[in-house]
């Protein structure tokens, strides 16, 4: 590839330099990360499950929704979550979320305040989760 300016060598020399320099930055952004087991590190991974209490009336119900997604916004926001989502087509699983604490123990405590929890719609469940950093998810 040559790009002529103005009949100037130089200056063409330089933009075909900077247009290759920003196609491969490009790419490398584009690549996946190389597996490397030796990188694997423990996340924990939330599983919200029915609680015992899903009687509420709808208003209620909505009011707690509006609640546990305010919550997730705010554990996503101060970079405790990473992914989260509910769960389609499982009467035993409703969500999945994955911490990013430091500790089981923490994860649980941040899982426990969700206002879901708390009114007992939702059930926490976290377990290990090993994968290595810097993994994502491809948009479709």
């Not at 919200?48 to 919550?71: C, F, M, W, Y």
């Not at 009114?119 to 491809?138: C, D, H, N, Q, V």
């Amino acid at each position: 590839m040559y790009i002529f300016v103005n009949d100037n060598p130089m200056k063409s020399l330089f933009l075909t330099l900077i247009i290759a320099l920003i196609c491969s930055s490009h790419l490398q952004a584009q690549q996946q990360p190389v597996f490397n087991p030796a990188a694997i590190r423990e996340y924990y991974l939330l599983l919200l499950k029915p609680g015992a209490e899903r009687g509420q009336d709808s208003a209620t119900v909505a009011t707690i929704q509006a609640g546990h997604l305010n919550h997730l916004k705010s554990l996503y926001e101060s970079g405790k979550i990473c992914l989260v989502g509910p769960v389609d087509g499982s009467e035993e699983l409703r969500g999945i979320c994955v911490f990013l604490t430091e500790t089981r123990e923490e994860a649980m405590d941040l899982a426990s305040k969700d206002p879901a929890v708390i009114a007992g719609r939702l059930k926490p469940e976290i377990l290990s989760w090993y994968t290595m950093p810097g993994g994502f998810l491809p948009a479709k």
